[in-house]
């Protein structure tokens, strides 16, 4: 799991990885605190929460019967997974302290009514948090990467993610009626890779995937040609992945329309 194992940095501040970026948004707390995962996948961040100690009571959701069994399968027991969609949960109101997303509200539909139900399921001034992407790479390795995902792409690429969530304005929109003191924050993971190293892990991002199978292996040699032009002398490219972290608290419920 590459994220897991790349440090992050976020201003002057530096974290393990971007997921710790999200459990340094749990305050320390004597009483018990419930803390949801959402698009919790194969539980990554879960793990580390539960490492937090036995006050937090946690619940991971995703709506894949797959990731949610995996993380069945590497979780204690005592974390509760749901596998539901985060537009419709069976959460009841107002029984969350803290919201958590690591990369995966940008990819779910219908992020007003994802709003909403975060909104619904938080105690009033909750904290919502999450990892979104920001930029695919770092340095001179984008430009490069736009161009050739772009040759076989064509318009076609940027339609998984919805239009708001491509700015911060649109960002915005979107939490606005739900939730106050919002607040973004650059988060970049920099990471030297071989061409090929970088190769292989875009392959495992949202835009790869949506490309035809058939022009997987031309993509690859395209990119792989592209990034050796950009090495340094040890023969690694100096990038890395640009990520956003939103923190957020949840209005009463009267702000919320
Ligand atoms: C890129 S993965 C991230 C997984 C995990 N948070 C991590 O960072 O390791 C996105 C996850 O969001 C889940 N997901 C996407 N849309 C969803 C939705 N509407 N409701 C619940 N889960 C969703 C997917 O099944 C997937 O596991």
């Known amino acids: 799991m590459l994220f897991a194992t790349l440090p992050a940095h976020m201003g002057g501040r530096d974290f393990a990885s971007s997921y710790a970026s999200l459990v340094d948004l749990i305050a320390p707390s004597n009483t018990s605190v419930h803390v949801v995962d959402l698009g919790c996948g194969s539980g ?13 009571r946690l619940t991971g959701v995703d709506f894949s019967i797959a990731e949610i069994a995996v993380a ?28 958590l997303s690591h990369l995966a509200l940008m990819v779910m539909h219908d992020l007003p009514q994802v709003f909403a139900e975060i909104h619904r399921i938080l105690k009033p001034g909750g904290r919502l948090g999450a990892v979104i992407g920001r ?3 770092l340095g001179e390795a984008h430009l490069a990467y736009r161009e050739v995902i772009g040759r076989h792409a064509g318009s076609g690429l940027t339609a998984l993610a919805a239009e708001e969530t491509r700015s911060l304005d649109g960002w915005r929109m979107l939490l606005d009626p739900f939730f106050e003191s919002v607040q973004f924050d650059d988060l970049d993971l920099p990471w030297r890779p071989t061409p090929s190293e970088l190769c292989e892990a875009l392959r495992y991002t949202y835009d790869i995937d949506r490309l035809p199978v058939a022009s997987l292996p031309q993509i690859m040699a395209e990119l792989d040609e592209a990034f050796a032009g950009l090495v340094d002398g040890e023969g690694r490219l100096t990038t890395g992945w640009g990520l956003r972290r939103i923190a957020a608290r949840s209005r ?5 329309s």
């Open 44 to 56: 990554h961040l879960l793990q580390l929460l539960h490492e937090q100690g036995a006050h937090l």
């Open 72 to 99: 069945r399968g590497s979780l204690p027991t005592d974390v509760r997974l749901l596998a539901e969609p985060a537009q419709s949960m069976s959460i009841p109101d107002q029984d969350v302290d803290c919201v």
């Open 135 to 137: 930029r695919m790479l």
């Open 252 to 256: 009463n419920a009267s702000g919320a």
